[in-house]
């Protein structure tokens, strides 16, 4: 069952380390291709008009009481979080800082091609499939080892501490971040409360079926 999930799996294109400077081909192309689908997401999410994601509506929240934008605040957000990394001997790589840079093109892209449908229900069910998307390009790139983003690699680092399963972890995060940013006044949409309940399960049913497809078996 993969909401019972733990480990991120390893096939035969991981790589054997995070800090592999000189990845494989294939291993650096699954690793572009999960961080485009991840960003995909993200923008679909946003494209969606369904509420932003939780980390969004806490830098809105803070930036609410603080005289920073949402951007400054996302940013020194992400330095937290990494912060946060050296208690749980979580590692960078290149996927860390290839994350940052795809997902944000990606997002730009999906603002600029895509439009928001009009009627209500399919603008729940493009968030719907947004959250899915994430979850699969969280499998390709997590699976590539080279390196998780700021938010993955806490809940990959707090899983290997506390070994519950990812589901959970990723699931704990976003809902406390999300009622974090609530309170501080951040907005909350339907896309939102999906996005917190749902992207646990779907990273783990997207680290699922990678491994199954490229199970070394």
Do not use: H
């Amino acid at each position: 069952m993969f909401l019972t999930i733990k480990n991120i799996p390893k096939v035969s294109w991981s790589s054997k380390k995070p800090m592999n400077l000189k990845p494989k081909i294939s291993t650096f192309l699954f690793l572009c291709f999960g961080l485009t689908l991840f960003g995909l997401g993200e923008g679909l999410l946003i494209v969606s008009f369904t509420g932003a994601s939780p980390w969004t509506v806490l830098a809105e929240g803070i930036s609410l009481n603080v005289d920073f934008s949402i951007g400054t605040i996302t940013f020194f957000i992400s330095l937290g979080v990494l912060f946060l990394w050296l208690f749980l001997n979580q590692k960078p790589g290149i996927g860390t800082l290839l994350n940052a840079l795809i997902v944000a093109v990606m997002i730009d892209v999906s603002i600029a091609l895509i439009a928001t449908p009009q009627n209500y229900i399919s603008q729940l069910f493009l968030a719907f499939f947004a959250v899915l998307t994430v979850g699969l390009g969280s499998g390709f790139y997590l699976v590539a080892n080279l390196g998780p983003g700021p938010r993955d690699g806490l809940m990959t680092g707090i899983q290997r501490k506390t070994n519950f399963p990812i589901a959970a972890i990723r699931a704990f995060l976003e809902i406390t971040v999300v009622s974090i940013g609530w309170y501080l006044g951040g907005t909350v949409g339907i896309g939102t409360l999906l996005f917190a309940f749902g992207i646990g399960p779907a990273v783990a049913l997207g680290l699922f079926f990678v491994g199954k497809i490229f199970s070394k078996t």
